[in-house]
């Protein structure tokens, strides 16, 4: 292991951290309904799954869930179900009003629970262990050292939480929360629809 692959690898889980998927919707809509501790925490949540499906990789997963096809797809099956059942909670929620309250202020919701949302979300696509597979398979090499693969699953953690992180900042600033809960009915609806779509896509394929 060098550290100009260590690098590549870091640039790869960035970039796919960075685009779209379940965790940003999640992280966007929890940002501008209970403000930033809440999103703070969801964040740490998702850098905890990543660094589950990190792990679980390195260990072998991707090439099990090759070897027992059943496997796989259960777990697809059962995220799938989550993230739907998400998307079914945002329109049951769309109509109601947002009450803005100020960051000092109690929440339904606290950060422990915002952390373990952050994490099941992360863990209900097990496409993550696969991706985390073929990047692990096709650059990291079999005689890689301990301290180089506990410093890839730091680095994939510190970049997944730190990104939602900047997400959570943007989407609970004052002007952010008071122009999601002008449009709140149709933003839940229109991210229950896409994590709906996540959720479906998962199943199908």
Do not use: C
């Not at 097990?126 to 398979?137: E, R, T």
């Not at 449009?183 to 709906?196: Q, W």
Request: charged share 10%.
């Amino acid at each position: 292991m060098t550290f100009a692959l260590f690098l590549t690898i870091v640039g790869i889980h960035l970039a796919a951290a960075i685009s779209p998927g379940p965790a940003f919707f999640v992280s966007i809509r929890m940002a501008a309904t209970d403000g930033f501790q809440n999103a703070a925490a969801l964040a740490l949540g998702f850098g905890l799954g990543a660094a589950i499906w990190a792990t679980a990789a390195m260990t072998g997963v991707a090439i099990l869930f090759e070897l027992v096809p059943a496997l796989f797809t259960g777990l697809k099956l059962v995220g799938a179900a989550f993230l739907i059942f998400l998307a079914l909670m945002m329109w049951r929620d769309a109509s109601e009003p947002l009450q803005i309250a100020s960051e000092d202020q109690p929440r339904k919701t606290k950060p422990i629970g915002a952390a373990r949302l952050g994490l099941l979300t992360f863990l209900s696509n097990p496409k993550s262990a696969v991706f985390f597979g073929a990047v692990f398979i096709g650059l990291v090499p079999p005689e890689t050292s301990f301290v180089w693969q506990a410093a890839i699953v730091a680095v994939i953690f510190f970049n997944e939480t730190l990104w939602y992180l900047l997400v959570a900042r943007l989407f609970s600033t004052a002007r952010a929360r008071h122009a999601y809960a002008r449009a709140k009915s149709g933003i839940d609806r229109m991210f229950g629809f896409f994590l709906a779509g996540l959720g479906a896509k998962i199943a199908l394929t």
